[in-house]
C-alpha cells in the first residue's frame, strides 16, 4: 500500500509560482509512475501532469505546457509539480497519484493510489 501526502499549496497572485510537493511511503516508489491531476470546484478532476517511474519522460495536460514541470526524487520517494507563471483558471484541488501500469497515464483510472489533495487559490 502507497500513502501519498500532498503539501505546498496555497493562495498566491496571478503570475506568481508555487511549488507542490508529495512525499510517498513504501519501498516500491521508484516503480510507480507519478501524476499530478486537479479539481475545480463544481468540476471533474483533470489529469495535470504524468512522470515516467525511471525514464523521466514527462507528459502534460495542454493549458499548463510550458508553465508546470513535473519531476521526481527517487531517493527522497517525493514528486514535485513546479507551477509558474499561475492563471486564476488554475485555482484547484491538486492531487498526487501513483500508478502501477507502466508507462505515461493520463487517465484517473489508471492510478491505482491517490492523496489527500492540497489547495491551489490563485487571484486576478
Known amino acids: 500500500q502507497v500513502q501519498l501526502v500532498e503539501s505546498g499549496g496555497g493562495l498566491v497572485q496571478a503570475g506568481d509560482s508555487l511549488t507542490l510537493s508529495c512525499a510517498a511511503s513504501?519501498?516500491?516508489?521508484?516503480?510507480?509512475?507519478m501524476g499530478w491531476f486537479r479539481q475545480a470546484r463544481g468540476k471533474e478532476r483533470e489529469f495535470v501532469a504524468t512522470?515516467?517511474?525511471?525514464?523521466?519522460?514527462?507528459y502534460y495536460e495542454d493549458s499548463v505546457e510550458g508553465r508546470f514541470t513535473i519531476s521526481r526524487d527517487n531517493a527522497e520517494s517525493t514528486v514535485y509539480l513546479q507551477m509558474n507563471n499561475l492563471k486564476p483558471e488554475d485555482t484547484a484541488v491538486y492531487y498526487c497519484?501513483?500508478?502501477?501500469?507502466?508507462?505515461?497515464?493520463?487517465?484517473?483510472?489508471?492510478?491505482?493510489?491517490w492523496g489527500q489533495g492540497t489547495q491551489v487559490t490563485v487571484s486576478s
Open positions: 497519484a501513483a500508478s502501477t501500469r507502466y508507462g505515461l497515464m493520463t487517465r484517473r483510472d489508471e492510478y491505482d493510489f
Open positions: 512522470i515516467h517511474w525511471s525514464r523521466g519522460d514527462t
Open positions: 513504501g519501498p516500491i516508489f521508484t516503480t510507480y509512475t
